[in-house]
């Protein structure tokens, strides 16, 4: 068998072929890219939609908002229905008061068993405890309310500020748990190495080596947590309850700035909705300060998962 | 400087002491395994707390709300009967209520988040990346009760006065089921609409970390065989993160599920079973956060224990049907 040698027909007939196809290909492709730039401008309309709330959110917040935050705003109780002005100075304060219960009860929960997680990485405990903190994770607020309500306030016979720091504390947790465990996978384990090589314990090189090398990263996950939180309103209506008046006391019901605008917006009073959208400024700028804060602990950390 | 780094030398040991060397081994060797034993328990311990609140959790709903299922039986949850005074309860309508609404809320928020999520991670150069990640990161960031008062104050209003107005007289879809009756502000529509804003932001996160995770390859081995950007990502993109991105919906669903604030603040709470899209409705978060407190029988605590128990299932059902299969894709991608 000899190769087949392109005679002129051989070639006249591929030619034609070539050139229908090009031909084609030409024809077809102009509509595949604009049909292509088509699908990629809707990709960005889709962004332009997405972000398009957020603007609306922020501009009526501010809109609305930022006549009635002032210095009153922080430093007064509330007023009766029907009479204007009055602050949330006791929301404010009782908000900081459930999630500094919430902090000391989960951080240190959520620290440790971050570290047993990273430590214990492959254990089989430690793969079902990980699974575990995501599923708590995902629970419905509200079922933790109900749940410390359950546990905390019912054989109490009344609501107090500690069962709702207890039902944030069970939010924070997981948080806390995940990113810690996230931070500490990081530290390079040559710094555990030569920490064990000069003579340390191992629980001293996992509390003043790594643990304390990843601090800045667990501050920043601890700080998201508390963001996130602190903005929480179903764990507290039946556990902090509200409370129009200034108390401190963690046995008493507390008052909460996301509980109080629940029910400063679902008033019918025009005085009270104007309240609700201050409350709801501060809570946002309370809860932003906190993420954006969260965000610079990042990045002077910056480097150190480098190696 | 290296006159203070003595070389080692490792001292002979006494003959026949096998454990007893207190010369050389510093002192706090001698305890270590007693406090790493401690540390252990203790790390240990602490992780544990999680199951066990897990435990607690579930046998506190299940406990506190077996009186109401038990009495009620099956019909608890077919029943649309929810009469304190009476003594009936039966969850059906917000049992509807809650479907329907996360349904709604996939429904708009999926095609727009998995849109925001290509262009991001595909197609946004870098300068326009940033600020719009940020941005729809922002969107998680915002209480639940701040969508409430904007969804109550802004949206709803708007709803009624532009939106069901131009549905009804406009596209005359007024005796259309899924739009007839009366035109309220706050109802199902509403909820769905202000749920898909708030879970947007989860299911493009999962969406974004999904395509990142596949491998280069396939995207080059696309352009290579002649297929605009487009077809690179409807063809060998999409496809191979497939389950991931469902993953990242059913995900979004687990928070929509569960999200109690502002759906309560804009669906109406109207214990009813209503076809219409335009008419309120109650969810199963929604009924426990507003009857919760003032409950006062106990067999009226009981029927809301049994919702969150309900309500506690479902979510742990989904959330675990979406982590793995997230897992899967990224598992998959990974190794190329």
Known sequence: MTAPSFTAQRRAVWRSYRDQLAANTARTLGRRRLFSRIMIALTFIAALVAILPLLLILWHLIRQGAATVGWQFFTRMPKPAGEAGGGMANAIVGTGIVVAIASVIGLPIGIFAGLYLAEQRTARLATAIRFLSDVLNGLPSIVLGIFAWGMLVRPFKHYSALAGGMALAAMMIPLVTRATEEMIRLVPVSMREAALALGYTKWRTSLSIVLRTAAPGIVTGALIAVARIAGETAPLIFTAFGNSFWSVSPTQPIAALPMQIYNYATSPYDDWHAQAWAGALVLLGLVLVISVAARFATRSRAGLGSD | MSEDVAPFVAPALPPGSGRATPAIVPAHIEGAS???????????????????????????????????????????????????????????????????????????????????????????????????????????????????????????????????????????????????????????????????????????????????????????????????????????????????????????????????????????????????????????????????????????????????????????????????????????????
């Open chain 2, 34 to 336: 007693f406090g790493d034993r401690v540390y252990r328990l203790a790390t240990t311990g602490f992780a544990l707390v999680i199951p066990a609140l897990l435990l607690l959790i579930a046998w506190e709903v299940f406990h506190a709300g077996w009186p109401a299922l038990t009495r009620f039986g099956f019909g608890f949850f077919t029943s649309s009967d929810w009469d304190a005074v009476k003594g009936n309860f039966g969850a059906a309508p917000a049992i509807y209520g809650t479907i329907v609404s996360s349904l709604l809320a996939l429904l708009l928020a999926t095609p727009l988040a998995v849109g925001v999520a290509i262009f991001l991670s595909e197609f946004a150069p870098n300068w326009i990346r940033t600020p719009i990640a940020f941005l729809v990161d922002l969107l998680a960031a915002i209480p639940s009760v701040v969508y409430g008062l904007w969804g109550v104050l802004v949206m709803v209003p708007f709803i009624r006065e532009h939106v069901m107005p131009f549905v009804k007289d406009t596209l005359h879809l007024g005796d259309f089921p899924l739009f007839s009756g009366a035109a309220y502000g706050p109802s199902m529509f509403a909820a769905g609409c202000i749920l898909a804003i708030m879970i947007l932001p989860y299911i493009s996160a999962v969406t974004r970390e999904v395509l990142r995770a596949v491998p280069r390859s396939q995207r080059e081995a696309a352009l290579a065989l002649g297929a605009t950007r487009w077809e690179m990502i409807w063809d060998a993109v999409l496809p191979y993160a497939r389950s991931g991105i469902v993953g990242g919906v059913i995900l979004g669903l687990g928070r929509a599920l569960g999200e109690t604030m502002a759906v309560t603040m804009v669906i109406g709470n109207r214990h009813e079973i209503s076809a219409s899209l335009f008419q309120p409705g109650y969810t199963m978060a929604s009924l426990i956060a507003n009857e919760f407190a003032e409950a006062t029988n106990d067999l009226h605590v009981s029927s809301l224990m049994a919702v969150g128990a309900g309500l506690f299932v479902v979510t742990i059902v989904v959330n675990v049907v979406a982590r793995w299969l997230v897992w899967r894709t990224a598992r998959a991608g990974g190794g190329t």
